[in-house]
C-alpha cells in the first residue's frame, strides 16, 4: 500500500516550508519537542563560497533568486516547538545570528550525566564551519537567554558571551560579523575546502567517551571526535 509522509508543518507564525526549506534537527528538552527549521532559502539560488567574517553575506540577486530577506542563497533558521508528536510545531522563534542550519544535542539525554542543552549551528550550508550555544533548559525556548561560544582565551579555554555580545548591532542580518570573526567556529578548517559541514549530526558516544561529528562535504561524508563539544576537535 502506497504511504504518504506529510511534511512537519510550523503553523504560528506560519513559515515556508518545501524544496530547500527543510526541518534541519530536533530535540527534547523538559519533555517538549522543539525543531529547528530552515527557511527563506532559493530553491535555485546562487553558489556561495566560505566567508568565516561575514558568513550571512548574500551574492548578488537576479530573478531566480533575489536574495532578499525572503528568498536568498543563505536562508534563514527558526525553532518551534510540538504537542502533538511533531505533527504540527507553534510558536516560531528567529535563531540567532549565524545559526542558519541547525541542530541542538540534550547531553543528559545522551548519556551524560549533566549539562546544558548544546546548539551546534552552520550559517552557510556546505560553505561553512559551526558554532556552538550552551542553555540550560529553563532557558532553552528563548535564544536570547543562550550562551555563546565566541572563541578561546589565552589558556585555550572557551570564551562565552551573551545573546548582545553575539548578535551585536547590525542593522540587516546579512550584515553581521560573529564576535572574534574566524575563531568563534568551534574548529579552523584545514582550507575552504573544508569549510563545507551541511546535514550535520554531533551525538556523544558513550563507549568511546567521545563526541562524534558526522556531516555531508564536497567529497562526501566526514567525521570528526572530540572530548567536550567545544573541542579540540580532530581532522
Known amino acids: ?56 553575506m548574500r551574492p548578488k540577486g537576479d530573478a531566480a533568486c533575489p536574495e532578499n530577506n525572503a528568498r536568498n542563497s543563505v536562508g534563514h533558521g527558526v525553532m518551534a516547538h510540538s504537542t502533538d508528536d511533531g505533527r504540527t510545531f507553534r510558536d516560531a522563534v528567529n535563531l ?33 564551519v559551526p558554532y556552538l550555544a550552551e542553555a540550560t533548559p529553563a532557558s532553552f525556548s528563548d535564544p536570547k537567554r543562550w550562551r555563546f561560544m565566541a572563541g578561546r582565551d589565552a589558556s ?33 578548517p584545514e582550507s575552504d575546502r573544508e569549510a563545507c559541514v551541511g546535514e550535520m549530526s554531533i551525538t556523544w558516544n558513550q563507549p568511546l567517551k567521545r563526541w562524534l561529528m558526522t556531516y555531508n562535504c564536497s567529497a562526501g561524508i566526514e567525521a570528526r571526535v572530540a572530548a567536550e563539544p567545544a573541542g579540540p576537535w580532530s581532522a
Open 1 to 56: 500500500a502506497l504511504k504518504v509522509y506529510e511534511p512537519a508543518t510550523v503553523v504560528s507564525p506560519a513559515i515556508e516550508q518545501g524544496f530547500f526549506d527543510v526541518p534541519t534537527g530536533g530535540v527534547s528538552v523538559g519533555g517538549a519537542l522543539y525543531g529547528f527549521f530552515w527557511t527563506a532559502h532559493c530553491a535555485k539560488g546562487h553558489g556561495i563560497r566560505p566567508s568565516a567574517d561575514a558568513p550571512l
Open 96 to 128: 540567532p545570528p549565524g545559526f542558519v542550519y541547525t541542530i541542538a544535542v540534550n547531553p543528559v539525554a545522551e548519556g551524560e550525566a549533566a549539562g546544558g542543552v548544546l546548539i551546534f549551528g552552520a550559517p552557510r550550508y556546505r560553505a561553512s
Open 156 to 188: 585555550g579555554r572557551p570564551r562565552w558571551v551573551s545573546y548582545q555580545e553575539w548578535a551585536g548591532n547590525f542593522p540587516d542580518a546579512s550584515t553581521w560579523h560573529p564576535p572574534q570573526g574566524a575563531g568563534a567556529q568551534i574548529y579552523a
